[in-house]
């Protein structure tokens, strides 16, 4: 199995990058990275990583791919082999893709289920602070970036496969399941979500449910963590100034405990943006089950 320690990057593609260049800096509090530089691609950061999310020019709007990060070359290489044994078809990035994103060594792949991955390490820090008006200045990513960018929420069309993938190939740990019931129909058999954490205190990093309506990317949302209430709310502060669009309402998750609210991304997908998520201890963990999302709040369509 993988040693993977954290979702590492994202990656992004856009038909207008001013916009997302509006949406990173004005609303979610990113700074603009100055070092990578390549035409037509904005890299954002958000702590003392070089750069989290690179925002491509496209011919869509939608989310690209999931970066997993391993802790050196001796991982990177068992992770090939592992991808090997498990018959999946992966692509190494070339000496130049790798210098212009400042990592060391990058290959990619499709998991089954349709997520487009990364494996990746050796991004550089920079250690330069995310400068933007907003004074958002810190996200909650651990010490030297150890808890990763954040989380990622996403949808496939066979759950099963793409559950026993990041837990038997790439080595995700189970959090939580939870069977969400839309309705109070005994026989509904309602919807499947997993909760997946790899190798770091947060929660989950990834989750996965059923979808078989296609959505951009596969992406259903990614979550930033700020530090504190003030973050989140100066946070919906400018969400209504700027007119984005509020999916939920604030709320508190039931399994990670964040306190947050989903907003409308312009790439469809959607950012969850909170505070309060808790950070495990995995050698006295027992994975949950569980059958609702919030203790209050998270009400779609509720600005
Ligand atoms: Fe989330």
Known sequence: MMDIRA????????????????????????????????DGVLYLKMDDYAWRIRVSRGAHDRFAC???????????????????TAGIDWHRASRSECAARRLEEMLWFTAPGGLACELFHGL?????PPVTSTGVGRFVTGYHGSLGMGHIA??????????????????FGQTDHLQLRMSHDPADPGQGLHFLHCNNPRHHSLALFESHDPMPGNLVHLMLEVPDIDAVGAFMDRVHALGVKIV??????????????????????????????????????LPTRSTTTSHWGHRWGRG
């Open 7 to 38: 979702l590492g990057y994202v990656l992004i593609e856009s038909t207008d990058l001013q916009r997302w260049e509006h949406f990173a800096t004005q609303v979610a509090g990113l700074g603009v990275a100055p070092s990578p530089s390549e």
């Open 66 to 84: 999931a970066g997993w990060e391993l802790p050196g070359p001796a991982a990177f290489a068992d992770a090939i082999r592992v991808l090997e």
């Open 124 to 128: 550089v820090l920079d250690y330069l």
């Open 154 to 171: 996403a949808a496939t069309p066979d759950l099963e496969a793409s559950h026993r993938f990041f837990t038997a190939v790439m080595g």
């Open 248 to 285: 939920t309402n604030l709320g508190r998750h039931t399994n990670d405990r964040m306190v947050s609210l989903y907003v409308e991304t312009p790439a469809g997908f959607l950012l969850e943006y909170g505070y309060d998520g808790v950070q495990i201890d995995w050698s006295t963990y």
